[in-house]
């Protein structure tokens, strides 16, 4: 793998550029600045995109994309937590612990998605004082779209209302405007590219830099369209738009903790419905179905900019425990100190982890990040097409041919995901979506089989 802070190969582009080119996460920090020229919309796909962005240059919503130039991952990084000692790797970004462990206070561990640290961390920062709310996610429970959407939460209840994790889509400028004119120490959280938006939107803009105080992330394999959650519920019998809301991660206790099920709650008071998420069609992770295409053009996995960051600890010395464990990254010295003491005091059960484990429990990310974004960055450009510039270089070299055609195939099921469950929708015919994931799945298994062969795995 060839990783540098320096590439060259890209072009600064416009938020055109990102737009058109299919880079935009849909985070909404270009629609977060002060009068901001463009506004958010729920697409046709269930993805978010601005409206009226132009190719002006230097705009305060150019400055902010975290697909555009500016300062990256390992700068913001520097400016938070270079100067503050503790550890660095490339792979996680500087930190001052690792740590795997659990919530034993409240009820944290059964209501999170993992270990419930990341909940428990919010409720300590009200509970102590630190902060009057937590921006994070919450769903929306009234009929239509989004389903998913940030809030601020001010008391503990809420905070525990609003634990698991989302795998849809949800903006920010709506409620950076509420920080905006609320005034209060707030703590926010979310996956990495929307951590670093926040940080570049923090660095000019006075209010939101005194107001946001902490920037929690998770770890993220990627992120997925709005018709990632209706394709699993249809799947369940709710049709799209037929119910109230969906729980991606109901631990099964007598399941690993990684073989979670998928639950659906309907409209009509019927009684809610659990499946294990490995009957699902399209539940295979690596597969990407329904994958934003800007997350293949991301080489965050961790959240390298944000004061701490929680991912699930899917390791041998932990799966087989259905309650879940989170991760845990500590990198801003003040959090860093309440892990300790309330490790020390018996609140959270904490474990000392290691690089090596961290990297162990995201390799299926980091190889997609690494090396298949070296892949992805060459083929664009070979096209001579724009693309955001990385921390990692455009490279070709190091992918045998296998590999090759299964980074292109990761890409064709996702970006295919998109148009035929839309016409499966279209149809009210969910088989057409079934059937085509089935195949999808098949090959994909068929590929990753041939590359596990000597036969095939030898660069050419
Ligand atoms: C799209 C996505 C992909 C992920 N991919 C990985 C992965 O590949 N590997 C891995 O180890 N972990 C991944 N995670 C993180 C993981 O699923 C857990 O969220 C994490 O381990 C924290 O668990 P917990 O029990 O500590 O959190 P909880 O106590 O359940 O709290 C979760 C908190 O996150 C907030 N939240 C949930 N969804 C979102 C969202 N979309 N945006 C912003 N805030 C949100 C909630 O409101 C809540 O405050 C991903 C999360 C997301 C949203
Ligand atoms: S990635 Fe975020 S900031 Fe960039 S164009 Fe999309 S919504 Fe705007
Ligand atoms: S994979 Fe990267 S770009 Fe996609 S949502 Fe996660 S952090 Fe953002």
New binding site residues.
């Given amino acids: 793998m060839k990783s540098a802070s320096l590439n060259s190969g890209a072009t600064d582009g416009s938020l055109v550029d990102v737009v058109r080119g299919g880079y935009c996460v849909g985070c909404g920090a270009c629609a977060a600045v002060a009068d901001p020229p463009v506004a958010m919309k729920f697409d046709r796909f269930a993805r978010y995109t601005p409206e009226r962005v132009s190719a002006a240059r230097g705009t305060a919503s150019e400055q902010v994309c975290p697909f555009l130039a500016g300062p990256n991952e390992d700068v913001l990084a520097a400016q938070q937590f270079g100067e503050l000692g503790g550890g660095h790797d490339a792979r996680l970004g500087w930190y001052q612990g690792l740590y795997a462990g659990h919530a034993l206070e409240r009820r944290?561990?059964d209501?999170?998605?993992?270990?419930?640290?990341?909940?428990?961390l919010?409720a300590e920062l009200l509970h102590r004082g630190l902060v009057t709310g937590?921006i994070?996610?919450?769903p929306l429970e009234e009929n239509g779209r989004p389903r998913?959407a940030?809030t601020v939460s001010t008391s503990i209840d809420m905070?525990a209302a609003?634990?698991?994790?989302?795998?849809?889509p949800?903006e920010m400028s709506e409620v950076m405007a509420h920080v905006r004119a609320t005034p209060g120490r707030y703590v926010f959280?979310?996956?990495p590219c929307?951590v670093k938006a926040v940080r570049r939107l923090m660095r000019d803009d006075a209010v939101l830099k005194e107001r946001i105080v902490y920037a929690l992330s998770?770890?993220?394999?990627?992120?997925?369209s709005g018709r990632f959650a209706e394709s699993l519920a249809w799947q369940m019998g709710a049709k799209p738009d037929d119910w109230k809301t969906v729980d991606f991660?109901r631990k099964l206790s007598d399941r690993p903790a990684s073989s979670y099920g998928f639950a659906v709650q309907p409209h009509d008071g019927a009684a809610e419905s659990v499946t294990p998420m490995g009957k699902l069609e399209g539940y295979d992770?690596g597969m990407g179905v329904f994958r934003l295409s800007a997350c293949d053009y991301c080489d965050d996995?961790v959240g390298e900019t944000a004061d701490a960051s929680?991912?699930?600890a899917?390791l041998p010395a932990y799966v087989n425990d259905s309650a879940?464990t989170?991760?845990v990254i500590v990198r801003h010295p003040e959090l860093q100190q309440l892990f300790v003491e309330a490790g020390r005091d018996g609140r959270i059960a904490l474990d000392a982890s290691s690089v090596d484990d961290m990297v162990k429990?995201?390799d299926a990310?980091f190889r997609h990040r690494r090396t298949g974004l070296a892949y992805r960055l060459w083929l664009k450009d070979k096209k001579g097409q724009w693309r955001p510039t990385k921390r990692v270089q455009a490279d070709a070299s190091h992918v045998v041919p296998i590999y090759r055609l299964i980074f292109r195939y990761r890409m064709f099921m996702s970006w295919s995901s998109h148009l035929v469950f839309a016409i499966a929708r279209d149809m009210k015919m969910l088989p057409v979506y079934t059937l085509y994931v089935r195949v999808l799945a098949r090959l994909n298994k068929s590929l990753v089989g041939l590359s596990r062969s000597p036969r095939f795995s030898r660069r050419g």
């Fill in positions: 944290h561990r209501e999170g998605s993992s270990g419930g640290l990341t909940s428990w919010l937590v994070h996610v919450r998913f940030y905070v609003n634990a698991k994790t989302r795998y849809y949800v959280v979310g996956v929307y998770l770890f993220c394999g990627h992120m997925k991660r992770w996995v929680f991912g699930d899917w879940g989170s991760l429990s995201q990310s």
